[in-house]
């Protein structure tokens, strides 16, 4: 056999193993406009209501140390939770951009069940722990959210 000839066997069984490889990885879902907008409005919904001096910011009802963090991923601008109360179209961008990087990571987490991920989803967003929300107040909110979703959500 001559150097082409293993060049070109090489290339050949490189290529079976990668397309091989390829096709035994589960499809990633796609996390759709719609379902970032629904998840978004049913945060909103589920947020306990705010009170003077609760600590947390906008209808979303943000920690401060989060939002001059999510404020320059997503905007590249740094924001004072002041600013991010004042500002509520702001304040719904820069929810969206964490709440769609969010629900791409919960699909994946979850299998691609939108449910779970929605739950996992929700109990993060209350927590900071995607499973966390097993008993109790934290339980209740993330099924909150999941029913405010699925009212929000377009019908497939």
């Known amino acids: ?37 629904a998840l ?23 920690l401060p140390g989060n939002i001059s963090r999510w404020a320059k991923f997503c905007t590249k601008q ?5 600013q991010f109360e004042a500002d509520a179209t702001k304040a719904k961008t820069i929810v969206t951009c964490i709440v769609r990087d969010l629900l791409r990571d919960e699909y994946k987490a979850s299998g691609n069940n939108e449910t779970a991920a929605i739950r ?21 909110y993330a099924n909150k959210v999941v029913s405010v979703y699925q009212q929000q ?4």
């Open 120 to 140: 996992r989803a929700a109990c993060w967003w209350m927590t900071g722990e995607s499973a966390a929300c097993k008993s109790g107040a934290t339980a209740t």
């Open 40 to 62: 978004v409005e049913a945060l909103r919904q589920a947020a306990p209501p705010q009170t003077a001096n609760d600590g947390m910011y906008s209808k979303w009802q943000v």
């Open 153 to 156: 959500r377009p019908k497939k």
């Open 78 to 82: 740094d924001l004072t939770p002041q």
């Open 1 to 37: 056999m001559n150097f082409k000839s293993i060049a070109k066997t090489n290339l050949l069984f490189g290529s079976l193993i990668i397309s091989l490889g390829l096709q035994t990885l589960p499809a990633a879902a796609a996390v759709t406009d719609a379902q970032v907008s």
